[in-house]
């Protein structure tokens, strides 16, 4: 179907699926229970994990494939953002035209940074990468500023010269991004019993693009183009000397994974229509690297699953503070209690990125193939449970590349 | 006129000369191997025919073009390919994806953004990749790992995948350096397989004598950069001045 073999359309229908009824899947709780606090079903939170998804996605087809380790794809992501936000104040504030222009601008400026830094590969690669990218930050933060608002980011202001679209909305306030008439940040409620399901025009306009994003992925992935890449990755000598030019190839992988970072910018822009440098910051691209790590580098889907992680735990685990933690153990003795609460009080709140670290490390040492690879080996036990030993040979000859 | 034409190719690394004065001419569809001891400058030689390295001076032409300032998979793409010391191959990918790629190289150039390619001619290029691995009798092992290969099956899949591009002129640096003696006879075998089947060119750098009297039809002995003599097979075989250069013999 859609020219993807079965197994891959299956795994399409399936993200599809989770998109689509994420504000179930990730509501698991009622809403005013104690347990709430762990729901991620709230429009701004899965916004952003199917933007970071698409971040990720794009960002897999160059390290996943080529094995080029950008540092700098938050750039492309900052740029993205920028160019929305200018469409918004001067076209109108469809979304459309500012996120074609998003991935059209970003992909310019990876056709640039790209053709400059892969002149080089490995460590300097990514240091070239690192340096534009901080370059850009720096620029857009102060030389920049009449472009991109400098400290205080690019907003919209009531006196913009919108030419295809009012100024002002009748009330006489800055209008909402919308795709012709829905605005972006409309959401429906549902309850049922003691839950409550919001479905957002936002958030159902970013997951239909990135279902789109991951559709385009997986047909890189599988088609020539992507093959030749994986050969680069592979091994350059062999493709130099069986009559390919690796540098037009990875640059291709550059400009698209680019484009990829600039449809997240336009996306996150549509969004919420800002823009700001420190989208572009070092820890921005840092962050990009960590969620393909994570999820798994080179797989189809360990990218997005990377990119959830880390911004569930961003906005959950980071909202746990002590005194819920003191409500958790409050059935334990004083002394246990305040005992157990010191010791988790280091890895919740500000110190997510401490959780983050170990799960990272873990990750890292026992499963380099990241949750993708977690998923399998429980899906082997699974059928090895169920078959005995006849599963073994066939997971032998199973291959795993870019599953 | 051979196909293949080195003239007067010299090569400094420093204070080492390495390539003094060389001149070669490799015949049309004839298997020629270039011999010398260690040091002698064989694969220097084979360096600045593929592009890895460019001579201080002298010209080096096949097919009446020169090949001297032009990138390896320029060189490769005017009919030029070349079997590693070690078999250089695509460890990640699969035996099928492995003969797909030169397939592909050959038919689209050195860059094309096949993004989409249909039904019909994914089937031909597979085609092709399997005629290929049949010739091979490595068909059953098209979905395998290469990187768990042993190393004769990976030589076998490298010389293989430079047979896919149809080469007019194929290198081979010391085919069977490194290998167990039931490989070594498999690869000669292959190769004298391929010489008497395929229209092509072939010049065979070797140490082993076994494998380069095995196959050769033409012989250059190089020492210490320079070309010694070059006459067939049997004439090498008792030459003085080989054996002087190889064992040290004074004659």
């Keep these: 179907m859609l020219g993807l073999n079965s197994k891959d359309f299956r795994l399409l229908l399936l993200v599809a699926a989770l998109a689509l009824l994420a504000p179930f899947i990730l509501n698991p709780f009622p809403a005013d229970s104690a347990m709430a606090q762990f729901n991620a079903g709230y429009p701004d939170l899965m916004q952003r ?35 929305a936000v200018w469409m918004f ?16 601008t970003a992909g310019l400026f990876a056709l640039l940074i790209g053709y400059i830094s892969l002149r080089r590969s490995g460590i300097y690669f990514a240091i070239l990468t ?7 930050y720096a620029l857009a933060y102060s030389v920049l500023t009449p472009v991109t608002g400098g400290e205080t980011g690019l907003q919209l202001a009531l006196d913009d010269p919108r030419v295809l679209g009012a100024a002002q909305s009748a009330q006489g306030n800055i209008p909402v991004p919308g795709l012709f008439g829905l605005e972006m940040r409309d959401a429906a409620q549902l309850n049922l019993g003691d839950w409550v399901f919001t479905f957002s025009a936002g958030y159902y306009f970013s997951a239909v693009v990135m279902l789109i994003a991951f559709y385009l992925s997986i047909r890189i992935f599988r088609s020539p183009f992507g093959m030749m890449l994986r050969a680069v ?14 540098r037009p190839y990875t640059l291709a992988a550059f400009v ?3 484009m990829y970072a600039g449809l997240a910018g336009g996306l996150m822009a549509a969004m919420d229509p800002l823009a700001g440098a420190e989208r572009m910051f070092w820890t921005a691209s840092g962050e990009v690297v960590l969620m393909a790590i994570l999820g798994g580098v080179g797989t189809l889907i360990g990218p997005v699953l990377g990119a959830g992680l880390i911004k569930y735990m961003e906005n959950i685990i980071s909202k746990i503070n002590a005194d819920i933690l003191h409500s958790w153990f409050a059935f334990l003795p004083d002394g246990l209690e305040d005992f157990i609460v010191s010791i988790m009080y280091p890895f919740i709140g500000k110190g997510w990125h401490l959780t983050l670290g170990i799960i990272f490390m873990a990750v890292v040492i026992f499963l380099p193939g990241g949750l993708v690879e977690g998923g399998q080996r429980i899906a082997r036990l699974f059928r090895r449970r169920k078959s005995g030993e006849a599963a073994k040979d066939d997971d032998a000859k199973q291959s795993t590349v870019a599953e | 006129m051979g196909i293949l034409e080195v003239k007067n190719v010299n090569k400094r690394f420093g204070g080492l000369q390495a390539l003094g004065d060389v001149n070669l001419s490799v015949e049309e569809n004839k298997v020629h191997a270039i011999i010398g001891p260690n040091g002698a400058g064989k694969s220097t030689l084979l360096n600045c025919l593929v592009g890895k390295l460019i001579p201080d001076t002298g010209s080096v032409m096949f097919d ?13 793409q005017m009919g030029i390919s070349r079997v590693f010391q070690t078999p250089e191959i695509f460890g990640d990918l699969t035996v099928l994806e492995n003969m797909m790629i030169p397939i592909f190289a050959k038919r689209d150039g050195a860059f094309r953004m096949h993004a989409i390619e249909s039904a019909e001619q994914e089937k031909s290029i597979i085609d092709q990749a399997m005629a290929m691995l049949e010739d091979l009798n490595m ?28 080469p007019r002129l194929l290198l081979l640096d010391e085919p069977t350096a490194g290998m167990a003696r039931a490989d070594t006879n498999a690869t000669i075998d292959l190769l004298k397989e391929i010489r008497d089947t395929r229209d ?6 070797e140490h082993d004598m076994h494998v380069v009297f095995s196959l050769a039809e033409r012989i250059t002995v190089l020492a210490q950069g320079t070309p010694l003599v070059e006459d067939t097979p049997d004439k090498i075989k008792g030459h003085p001045k080989v054996r002087e250069a190889y064992l040290g013999e004074a004659t």
């Design chain 1, 49 to 83: 994990f199917v933007i970071f998804g698409v971040f990720a996605i794009g960002f897999n087809i160059l390290f996943g494939l080529t094995g080029y380790l950008s540092f700098g794809h938050a750039a492309f992501l900052g740029v993205g953002s920028y160019s």
């Design chain 1, 256 to 258: 698209i994974s680019g």
């Design chain 2, 139 to 166: 068909a059953d092992k098209r979905d395998f790992h290469t990187a768990s290969m042993s190393r004769g099956d990976k030589r076998r899949l490298e010389i293989g995948m430079c047979l896919a591009q149809k």
């Design chain 2, 64 to 76: 009446g073009q020169s090949v001297l300032g032009r990138k390896p998979y320029e060189i490769n």
């Design chain 2, 200 to 205: 092509i060119t072939i010049a065979i750098i």
């Design chain 1, 130 to 136: 690192l340096a534009f990218a901080q370059m850009s």
């Design chain 1, 233 to 246: 990755k592979s091994n350059q000598q062999r493709l130099n000397y069986t009559g390919l030019n690796a």
């Design chain 1, 89 to 104: 104040k001067l076209l109108s504030m469809n979304v459309i035209p500012a996120i074609l222009l998003a991935v059209i």
